[in-house]
């Protein structure tokens, strides 16, 4: 059996897999935190040529994310998004709990007259969270393509850098894919924007998912 590249070992595929999917969401005008990036660099999980991308990448990402800033109520649906977002998470938690304390001891008086409450308040939740992700996010991507057709000279995502760096990543992923011998449908990588090379699609965007889940080519 071949020895596998030493370069490869330290590879993670998951990483770079997530780093892919937020990157391509800046070049579609959706930011998250990047912080948590900047430990994967650090660690070589991304490749020693991404480290050497990182420092500027992540500058002009983060001045992309602070001119929504300037863009007019903005911040409060941002704010009504991270409320409804918070709900939900916090509501399934109690929904599993519910229905494990339900299973182990049905006979609880208190179980009986409180467990519709609960899982009427949790599955409520958790619709409005759904629904919140989807209008709510749409609202939000709507004012901030409207303001980059006003802006074009702060719109990142006409700078080559950012579709490098997502390039750059997806052949990390197929050299890891390749020298490992695993299967590609195991990595599936979500994109919205599709022009990269080496990629192909295997699921398409859905209501509740804007992005398609790609695979690389081998």
């Avoid at 990182?54 to 941002?78: C, D, E, H, N």
């Avoid at 998470?89 to 709990?97: G, M």
């Avoid at 894919?177 to 990595?187: A, S, Y």
Wanted: overall charge positive; proline content about 6%.
């Amino acid at each position: 059996m071949a020895l596998k590249d030493s370069r490869a070992t330290n590879l993670d595929p998951d990483n770079i897999r997530k780093v892919i999917y937020a990157i391509d969401a800046y070049r579609n005008h959706v930011f998250y935190d990047i912080s948590w990036i900047d430990k994967m660099v650090e660690s070589k999980t991304l490749g020693r040529e991404f480290a050497d991308m990182w420092k500027p990448l992540r500058r002009k990402m983060i001045k992309m994310a602070s001119v929504t800033g300037r863009i007019p109520g903005l911040v409060r649906l941002a704010r009504i998004q991270s409320y409804t977002e918070a709900l939900w998470q916090f509501s399934v938690p109690i929904l599993f709990i519910m229905l494990f304390v339900g299973l182990i001891a049905p006979g609880l008086p208190l179980i009986g007259v409180i467990a519709p409450y609960v899982m009427i308040f949790a599955f409520g939740s958790v619709i409005v969270g759904i629904l919140s992700r989807s209008l709510v996010g749409g609202r939000i991507a709507q004012r901030i393509n409207q303001y980059y057709e006003e802006h074009p000279d702060v719109d990142i995502q006409r700078d080559p850098d950012l579709h490098k760096a997502v390039q750059h990543l997806i052949g990390k992923l197929r050299q890891y894919i390749k020298q490992n011998g695993e299967d590609p449908e195991d990595h599936l990588v979500g994109l919205e924007s599709l022009d990269y090379r080496g990629i192909k699609v295997v699921k398409e965007p859905r209501p509740w998912r804007k992005y398609s889940l790609v695979k690389v080519v081998i």
